[in-house]
């Protein structure tokens, strides 16, 4: 009997630890609002919402040049006080990976897609990345900064992949 019942106790609190440790873990966010560098009007809100490994970014950027491409990194600073976004500095890369298109080989953690405007300047995006975490050690974006650059990403020109100048700068926060 009272092992019957010791038993139950223990399956008891092993279901209780196990759907704290998946509510955790599925309900970590951050979002950013992206604010114009000095002399730009590009601004947006992007959010990131860790769901298992992979954590889902979404958002909307207004501002850009219409039917174009361009960078989207996060920096390894959080900090936006320099006007042109250069305070943040160079991409977040705790992992010390070259510079990279963040769907195919390596890439720095902050390598994000490229963003596509449509006609108005406006890009709309969703897209799920495994190489970066809300609240995980190494790879945790919160607190870095995240910039829009001007031109595409060429996945190639080492260290910055040749995106020109910061449109926006964000600082990301968790969202609790």
Do not use: W
Not at 64 to 85: I, N, Q, T
């Amino acid at each position: 009997m009272k092992a019957r019942f010791t038993l139950s106790i223990l399956a008891s609190v092993a279901a209780l630890a196990l759907a704290g440790c998946a509510s955790s873990h599925i309900s970590a966010r951050a979002s950013a609002k992206l604010e114009p560098t000095r002399g730009n009007t590009t601004s947006g809100n992007v959010t990131f919402v860790q769901s298992g490994d992979g954590v889902r970014v979404s958002g909307e950027i207004r501002g850009l040049k219409p039917d174009a491409e361009h960078g989207f990194h996060v920096h390894e600073k959080g900090d936006c006080s320099s006007g042109d976004g250069m305070s943040t500095g160079g991409h977040f890369n705790p992992t010390a990976k070259p510079h990279g298109n963040h769907g195919a080989g390596e890439h720095h953690t902050g390598d994000l897609p490229s963003l596509k405007a449509d006609k108005y300047g406006v890009a709309a995006f969703s897209f799920v990345s495994t190489t970066i975490s809300v609240g995980a050690p190494t790879i945790d974006i919160t607190g870095k900064g995240l910039i829009v650059h001007r031109d595409p990403d060429d996945y190639k020109t080492q260290p910055t992949g040749n995106a020109g100048p910061r449109l926006a700068c964000a600082v990301i926060t968790a969202v609790k």
